[in-house]
């Protein structure tokens, strides 16, 4: 399989809060005319988030629509939570963000991920990136101040 043609996976050690990491996130999204699912661990996550990106800023939200409410071509940001193994092929959009409360076994269906992890959770290291490089396009980075990141 050619480098092109491999999945992307994209690490990210984050300072900041991931809600508002995922709000500059989903703005870019929407200019870039990208669709995304994001992945939270359960229901309370997915709705708390869900209400924070109608309501963060007071003159303008962020569309988007949460999984099970009727999905058309122009959505761009799709919240849902639990296993995304369990979505149909169909279903899926290009990207998954992956949000640091959420675990993922394996990196398929999708051809971009991008996974959070909190800095003092300590989850990503240089073993895992080895043994990831093999079959991945991986990219790794850390965020050094609030929304500055560097490529490690």
Not at 3 to 18: A, D
Request: contains cysteine; positive net charge.
């Amino acid at each position: 399989m050619g480098n092109k043609n491999r999945i992307s996976l994209s690490f990210y050690t984050i300072q900041s809060n991931f809600k508002d990491i995922l709000i500059r996130l989903s703005k870019k999204i929407v200019l870039l005319e990208e669709r995304v699912y994001v992945n939270f661990n359960d229901d309370e996550t997915k709705n708390e988030v869900d209400k924070f990106l109608w309501t963060r800023e007071k003159n303008n939200f962020i569309p988007h629509k949460v999984y099970g409410e009727l999905i058309k071509k122009r959505d761009k940001i799709v919240l849902f939570d639990g296993d995304y193994m369990k979505l149909k092929k169909s279903q899926a959009l290009q990207s998954l963000i992956i949000a640091p409360c959420a675990k993922v076994r394996h990196f398929n269906l999708f051809s971009k991920f991008l996974i959070f992890s909190y800095s003092n959770d300590n989850k990503f290291n240089l073993s895992m990136k080895e043994k990831l490089i093999t079959n991945y396009n991986i990219n790794w980075y850390d965020e050094y101040t609030p929304f500055k990141w560097k490529q490690i």
